[in-house]
């Protein structure tokens, strides 16, 4: 079982945001990380520290198999810059975290109905207290 993750940090106006990628296997998941300033390198590594268990990571998505092989060094290290270079959020990531953000955006959806229907019973329970009450003269 391989398990590859890397954290990628990028200014979306207002905010640095930091995002976590995680491929396990075939399963591909991302969260997203709201820092605000800008983070130092310590900051961020302390963070990840304390927080890796609390991530919410998006639901998998399956990927293709990537092939791995064994690559040059100075290949490797143009492709880093490549990378660096290269800070906006993958067409992955952006489809994984729509999908977490909808599965939100559903649960909170849920809740407030809930939340809603129990308030209105309450209501509908305390008028007719009152009724009864009334009825019976006092």
């Not at 990028?10 to 930091?18: K, Q, S």
């Not at 955006?105 to 209501?123: D, F, G, H, N």
């Amino acid at each position: 079982m391989d398990i590859k993750s890397s954290l990628i940090i990028l200014f979306e106006n207002p905010f640095w945001i930091g995002l976590y990628e995680r491929i396990d296997g075939d399963q591909y998941a991302v969260c997203k990380i709201t820092f605000g300033k800008e983070p130092k390198d310590y900051e961020v590594y302390d963070f990840l520290l304390r927080n890796w268990h609390k991530l919410k990571l998006s639901t998998p998505v399956t990927i293709d198999k990537i092939e791995e092989r064994k690559i040059n060094p100075k290949r490797m290290q143009r492709e880093i810059h490549r990378q660096l270079d290269n800070r906006g959020i993958g067409t992955k990531a952006q489809q994984a975290l729509k999908l977490q953000h909808e599965q939100n955006k559903l649960e909170k959806k849920t809740k407030s109905r809930e939340k809603k229907e129990a308030e209105k019973e309450r209501k509908f329970a305390l008028r007719q207290e009152k009724k009864k009450a009334k009825h019976k003269g006092r």
